[in-house]
């Protein structure tokens, strides 16, 4: 009997408030790194309305005077302000009609400095009561990553396509073409599985914030032809599949004055739609000494190299850390009954291939550099030119496995 199932996943916009939060606080993240790679981050971002808050910890060497002790203010570095501005003005939030506004919002600045407490646990050097002198992880997490192959990307299908409608949306409305684009924008896919293989789309669902002078009839028709049937696979769309466009009829009140946002609570549209687990760490704002950030990158990197090498169709893996502690407590990779060989081989070799510890997987793709702001919308895994989006360790995974089974 064949196994039939219908599975969605979300995606949103750059202007949808979670995500202007979020851009927010990686355009922070990036300023500092540009400023000083050894930076250590953690900025967390709210809006609402016309108000901007941004809080969390943040500690820049650079800064430090290390005869005194003292330490400059932020500003010296950049200037916050700007580049809050900035993002928002890069998402689009720029109308004379828009409660959100990049030069008309209020900015409440409440960063502070790292704890020392927490300081001690990743620097790589000796404390009391400190068990090594190496980099241990910033703290305790559950990582995961997933990769699988229904889609070029090695990404699950109704994710990858809810993230093409809302990218081919943003690049209408930033191109002006069309004057009724507004930036709050929300994407839905609905995906029929038979036998576990992508058949057919059931239903797309947009939602997309507009001026209040265009028609509900204008926008659907306009969506339906222009961004869905040119974005999706046209042997994935049928006569049985339904729009759903703008459901409430209209949507002009939008953004931070609709509703407000926070930084982190988009993790599940950050990364595998809910097909894969996710640990439980959002990831904008956070330097990658924060393994809720870079151990997910890694596990990504992980689990792509192993499908990319033909081990498995798909393939998950797990790991966890201890605060302060340089390796993980568990790594186990499961391949759902797809492995070419047995899950246990897997792992073995992948623990011979990759390193995990904290300061390992910042060297392996390299990321103490300023390309957090190109990971914030449509996904953080899926995208070309990221580091931990490689397949370069595929060949020597395999050979490895061959050795083990």
């Excluded at 409440?108 to 620097?123: H, P, R």
């Excluded at 439980?280 to 190299?305: L, T």
């Excluded at 550099?369 to 395999?398: M, S, V």
């Amino acid at each position: 009997m064949a196994n039939s199932f219908v599975f969605s996943s979300e995606s949103v916009g750059e202007g949808h408030p979670d995500k202007v939060a979020d851009y927010i606080s990686d355009s922070i993240l990036d300023a500092c790194l540009k400023f000083d790679p050894k930076a250590r981050v953690a900025c967390e971002t709210f809006v609402k309305s016309n108000i901007v808050v941004i809080g969390g910890e943040i500690t820049l060497p650079k800064l430090q005077d290390k005869r005194t002790g003292r330490t400059r203010p932020l500003d010296d570095a950049f200037n916050v302000d700007k580049v809050i501005r900035d993002a928002i003005r890069e998402i689009g939030y720029v109308n004379d009609d828009d409660v959100f506004q990049a030069d008309t919002v209020f900015i409440n600045n409440y960063l502070t400095a790292q704890s020392s407490d927490i300081a001690q646990g990743v620097d790589a050097k000796k404390a009391s009561g400190k068990k090594t002198a190496e980099q241990g992880a910033g703290d305790q997490g559950i990582m995961f990553g997933y990769a699988c192959n229904e889609t070029k990307e090695l990404m699950p299908t109704p994710i990858m396509y809810a993230h093409l409608l809302g990218r081919e949306l943003t690049r209408i409305r930033k191109s002006g073409k069309v004057k009724w684009l507004r930036p709050d924008a929300k994407s839905q896919v609905s995906v029929r599985y038979e036998n576990d293989k992508p058949v057919e789309i059931v239903n797309v669902v947009i939602s997309t914030q507009h001026t209040a002078n265009v028609s509900h009839r204008t926008i659907e028709k306009y969506l339906i032809e222009n961004v869905i049937k040119k974005v999706l696979p046209a042997k994935m769309l049928n006569r049985k599949t339904e729009y759903l466009i703008n459901p409430t009829g209209k949507f002009v009140i939008g953004g931070p004055q609709g509703d407000s946002g926070l930084t982190g609570r988009k993790i599940i549209v950050d990364t595998y739609g809910g097909w894969g687990r996710h640990g439980g760490g959002a990831f904008s704002g956070k330097d990658p000494s924060k393994v809720d950030r870079s151990a997910a990158y890694m596990g990504r990197w992980v689990a792509k190299n192993i499908v990319a090498a033909g081990l498995a169709t798909h393939t998950e893996i797990q790991f966890a850390y201890a605060i302060g502690h340089p390796q993980p407590v568990s790594v186990r990779v499961e391949t759902f009954g797809t492995g070419k060989v047995d899950d246990e081989v897997i792992t073995k070799a992948v623990r011979e291939i990759f390193s995990f510890k904290p300061a390992d997987i910042v060297a392996q793709l390299n990321l103490l550099r300023p390309i957090y702001r190109r990971t914030t919308n449509y996904g953080h895994f899926g995208k070309t030119g990221l580091p931990w989006e490689q397949t370069n360790k595929a060949a020597a995974l395999k050979a490895a496995v061959a050795k083990l089974a």
